[in-house]
């Protein structure tokens, strides 16, 4: 995958560069160039979420008509993958591509923006955004960091996870220990699993050690790409754990309030399109990846509807550990109100429909 | 609803009007503006997709720093509703807000790409038309008519539609005139029943007068605001008809290929970013909307099984008889082909997760 505009981070992203010699020739009013650097917790050559840091960064330059730049980092370059929130909230770099589940040492409250065990799905999550209090209490939250916050895409539908051996029910959820962190770790924790925490690029070592029996990442397209299928057979869907997982962009407080309305417009627009692209990708490749995994003798098992039982009864003693603050309990709140008004009518959401393509 | 840039249409869109007078303070350097005029198939005022035209016209003076000024015109206003397609082939005006099942009259295939018995989703048809090869089919059928076409919007999840007496099976369908245009009549039509097509507007009078005895129209938000319920208090869910509904914005293809690189990343990232809000804002009214009609006495029901069981045995029939020309069997084609590899997964789309929550 090709790098957009990787310059050396000595030229500081905030200062204006004068000069119009690297602008194209149809905009001959413009006469300074922004760059912005966009630190992000993705190894190089990602695919689908690092794609979509580069998309999102073309997306911007190509609608200030090159008068923004922006350089984009894999993890490590520049800070390590979860040191991107508080380079931007320092204002080291502008722009951080990440998710929100990472945040929950700064606050319990910043993984509702991410994912949360049984809660909304992409539409919805954007929704709330766009269109309820999303966006004003995740901007709250973010205030005190510094930070202004965005959402750039989503995962669409997810996997439960890789398994050594097959699981039939919850007591041998019990003897498992799994890569599964966050809110959805503690679900499985109730359980009797031992959920650990494993950067991405350290998972497949950890099955095949057998460190650990099982692991959860992400959707079939990015789960494809990690080689999870190389040592465990047995992969569980759908998942309820992080069903499915928003992607965000983080930027400055100070840089964002110093923009004019025109440059506003652009971050946003090409936020929310970029949000809308990176879904539609991911359901493009979603049914070639799993044909691929099939192909490579994968044993994929829907999972056992009791363990689904088990993990519903438990869920909401977990979530409330993630509402310690004012902030984080006004988020909890809003979030279920709006997902708990959408499964009191789930007669009519789209499952309804899709389950009359099954007939 | 306010209107935005209402301006005499004696102002020809395709003329710079030079003066930088309107022109905001932050944009010292731009010179020219460009208007577009937008005719749209909706009332004034109307729900929904009348506020996702204002918004994508807002969008696009937005992302251009006012140098594009989008001035929108309801149905009749300059052209009447179904009037639209030619007045922007011909280039009388600059852009069309509508929904491509009504150019069946100018090739078949167009409906397509609004809305398919049994057919794609609005995430599935997103996906074929931003990662597959949708948009450029598209454009292919478009350029025999001097139109470039973009999505703009879906509604989401639809209903069957609006009954005054209770339907329980195929014979309860065979003996019912409704209110149901292109594909989705012709598949009704293959049960007995006899489908008309009226526009939106004469709908309720037609219920009222007994003319019909039924009709379909759209989602919870817009029937709602339709008053359907007034005279038919039975409402049947989900549609298998036209289960969501595209958006479409059709542009002059002289005018767009006289943009620039720059004014075409506008264009194109202005639909791309307003096709989500328009999903996330029908779904956010969604409850609210369906709240609204229990309140008022609608009774609503599921759609009897064998009557969806039937309809899908005569789809593939009906839809053969839109692919009538060369574009159209490659559109047709190009479609199912997605969408059959999706219905063969069927295992791992967003359904099997949302039946998780209803457990």
Known sequence: MKKINRRSFIKKAS????????????????STTTELNMVTSWPENFPG????????????????????????????????????????SSGTADLYHSAEFYWGGKNKAYPFFAAVPFGMTAEEFNSWIYLGEGQAL???????????????????????????????NVDDISKIKIRSPGMGGDLLKTMGATPVNIPGGEILQSLSSGAIDAADWSNPVMDLAFGFYKVAKYCYYPDFKK????????MN????????????SIIEYACQSENQEMLSDFMFK?????????????????????IVIEAKKNVSGVLDNYADTSIGIKIRDSYFNFLNSR????????????NFRKI
Do not use: C, M
């Not at 200062?15 to 413009?30: L, N, Y």
């Not at 069903?243 to 983080?250: A, D, F, R, Y």
């Not at 990846?289 to 999972?303: A, D, M, T």
């Open 138 to 168: 995740w901007d709250e939250l973010g205030s005190g960091f510094n930070l202004k916050h965005f959402v750039v895409g989503n995962t669409g539908s997810t996997l439960f996870g890789w398994f050594k051996d097959e699981i039939n």
């Open 15 to 30: 200062i204006p560069i004068i000069g119009a010699a690297s602008i194209s020739s149809f905009k001959v009013h413009a």
């Open 243 to 250: 069903p499915t997982v928003s992607i965000s962009l983080g």
């Open 49 to 88: 979420i690092g794609l979509g840091a580069n998309r999102l960064a073309k997306r911007i330059e190509s609608l200030s008509n090159n008068k923004i730049k922006v350089n984009v980092y894999s993890a490590g370059e520049l800070v390590p993958p979860f040191g991107v929130f508080d380079a931007v």
């Open 343 to 354: 499964t009191s009518y789930k007669d009519f959401d789209i499952s309804n429909y899709l």
């Open 286 to 306: 979603e049914v070639a990846s799993i044909e691929k995994l099939k192909s490579l003798n994968v044993n994929f098992r829907s999972l056992p509807q009791d």
């Open 253 to 264: 407080l100070d840089k964002w309030n110093s923009f004019d309305n025109g440059t506003k």
